[in-house]
């Protein structure tokens, strides 16, 4: 078991990261930049080493200083927690170079899931679906031509050398697809020096489901999956677990293939592997995975009874899987939403500023992870995200109601946050039904937005 | 004179990236309407621009400083 953890986040995760510890009887030490000294974290962790400026460059990404902080305190391990530096290979490499424990799996693991050629590649050869595609570069018009057999319309033609969202073009028919391609050819080159191309199939409607696993370094189980369809500008706003959309049958299959990635790339810790969820197909592709704790992570939590921060904090002590798969199952549905200092009636601008008031929900069922307390100065440096309310009871449609009374009960006076979002989605005939796809809030949001004031 | 003052808190930017060259150099001409640094709150950007022409603009924040809502950002003569 580990002796002393330093956390090397903030905000709710390093809350989240020191309770789970401390159930543990493992001591904290907490890391602060110089505008997060009255963080929760820092009040609630065993010590407490400040890192430096608010920049997270200078404090939460500065490796030296982190390091220097665990030898100081004497700590056996760091949590990385999410964001930051959770899934950078070198500091995973960084902190067992210097005799550490990295609460999370190998700078290799890290390394191989963080490109995108070589994930795809683990989890084919793992027997895992992925997207329809080529399977590297494409040579020229004739070889793209050959790609079409597997990819259908619409076809997607990106620049390999491209990256968030540049150089991508889209072909629905095989007309299109002769025209668009060199012209893709010319533009990549233009725009990156380099003019190479692949393709994949453009799945249309599809969902957001992934997979949770837990891996010690040889054996792996899954704890089912989550469906975060509910996305802005790729980012999550709404959690839930089980997924609705799924079949028992492709449930065993979807989580089956994660765990065999998982086992493939002898993982150890918490990961999470990501699927787009075709409906009209009734079939699931690959996306990434995630070597880290997820902010979701509390719906898997409520759904199964496992404290997945805690079993992270057991396998990075040396502990060998304590859960077997038969032993994970399914109570209820859970859903979480992320309350973040945004104003959703303005285009979700940032609204850092002061809680002046501040009532937390509670009962049955209500969860609320969060570094709120009255009087906290939200400081302007770090992301949006305030507070995860998670709820959970026997159906979804009970969930959502309780999801309904649980934000009437919460109060964050003096910020604007994004609570209406959640009571008007709550509301929603489409989220009822659980009717919703990956760009579907974006379309709602145009129609919707301007309701959402505070 | 005339202050340029930022209208959010966060960190405060004089570039659009940290390898392009800074909006304005101290001592430069400014149009009403400029772009003369950006502050990032909560990992979104916004852009800051004079209200006023001047002659020469002279930064009175750092780039990289955190700064306050209404703090100063750059004299404007």
Redo the contacts between chains.
């Keep these: 078991m580990l002796k002393k953890l330093l956390v090397a986040n903030r905000g709710e995760i390093a809350v989240r990261i020191i309770r789970a510890a401390q159930d543990l009887g493992i001591a904290t030490v907490a890391v602060y930049s110089a505008?997060d000294a009255g963080s929760l974290h820092v009040q609630l962790a065993d010590e407490t080493v400040n890192i430096g400026?608010?920049?997270a460059?200078k404090s939460y990404l500065n490796i030296e200083a982190l390091l220097k902080a665990a030898r100081d305190t004497g700590c056996d391990s760091v949590h990385p927690g999410y964001g930051f530096l959770a899934e950078n290979a070198a500091f995973s490499d960084a902190v067992t170079g210097a005799g550490l424990v990295f609460v999370g799996p190998s700078g290799d693991a890290i390394r191989m899931m963080g490109d995108k050629v070589s994930a795809r590649s683990a989890a084919a050869a793992a027997g895992v679906p992925v997207v329809p595609g080529s399977a590297g570069r494409v040579d020229g018009l004739e070889a793209g031509r050959t790609v079409l057999a597997e990819t259908g319309f619409p076809v997607m033609i990106k620049a390999a050398a491209g990256g968030g969202g540049r150089g991508i073009r889209i072909a629905n028919s095989l007309v299109e697809f002769v025209q668009a391609f060199p012209q893709a050819e010319a533009e990549a080159l233009a725009a990156f020096g380099d003019g190479g191309l692949y393709m994949e199939k453009v799945i249309g409607k599809a969902r957001h489901i992934e997979v949770q696993v837990l891996a010690d370094g040889s054996d792996a189980i899954h704890c089912y999956e989550r469906e975060c369809s509910l996305q802005r500008r790729r980012q999550k706003v709404w959690e839930e677990a089980p997924s609705r959309a799924l079949s028992d049958g492709l449930r065993e299959e979807l989580c089956a293939s994660a765990v065999a990635l998982a086992k493939a790339v002898k993982y150890s810790g918490a990961g999470t592997v990501e699927y787009l969820y075709d409906d009209d197909a009734d079939r699931f592709y690959f996306i990434e995975m995630n070597t880290r704790i997820q902010v979701e992570h509390p719906v898997t939590e409520a759904i199964t009874g496992i404290d997945l921060v805690a079993e992270m904090l057991r396998i990075a002590g040396g502990e060998k899987l304590r859960i077997r798969q038969g032993d994970v199952s399914v109570k209820g549905h859970a859903i979480e939403v992320r309350l973040n200092?945004?104003d959703p009636a303005k285009e979700f601008?940032?609204f850092?500023g002061q809680v002046a008031e501040l009532r937390i929900p509670g009962g049955p069922g209500v969860r609320f992870d969060s570094m709120l307390y009255q009087g906290y100065q939200v400081p302007?440096?770090?992301?949006?995200l305030l507070a995860k309310l998670i709820v959970h009871a026997e159906t979804r449609e009970a969930a959502i109601m309780r999801l309904i009374r649980a934000l009437n009960e919460l109060r964050i006076g003096g910020l604007k946050t994004t609570k209406p979002l959640f009571l008007a989605l709550a509301a929603d005939p489409a989220v009822r039904a659980g009717d919703v796809h990956t760009r579907w809030l974006e379309g709602w949001l145009i129609e919707n937005a301007a309701t959402l004031a505070n | 004179m005339a202050q340029i003052l930022s209208p959010l808190p966060g960190t405060f930017y004089r570039s659009v990236s940290p390898d392009q060259p800074p909006y304005k150099a101290d001592g430069d001409a400014v149009a009403a309407g400029d772009v003369i640094g950006l502050i990032e709150v909560m990992k979104s950007f916004h852009e800051v621009r004079a209200e006023t022409a001047g002659t020469n603009i002279r930064f009175l924040a750092d780039n990289e400083e955190p700064i306050m809502a209404g703090a100063p950002l750059a004299d404007l003569d």
């Design positions: 505008a400026p608010p920049a460059k200092a945004e601008a940032p850092p302007p440096f770090y992301d949006s």
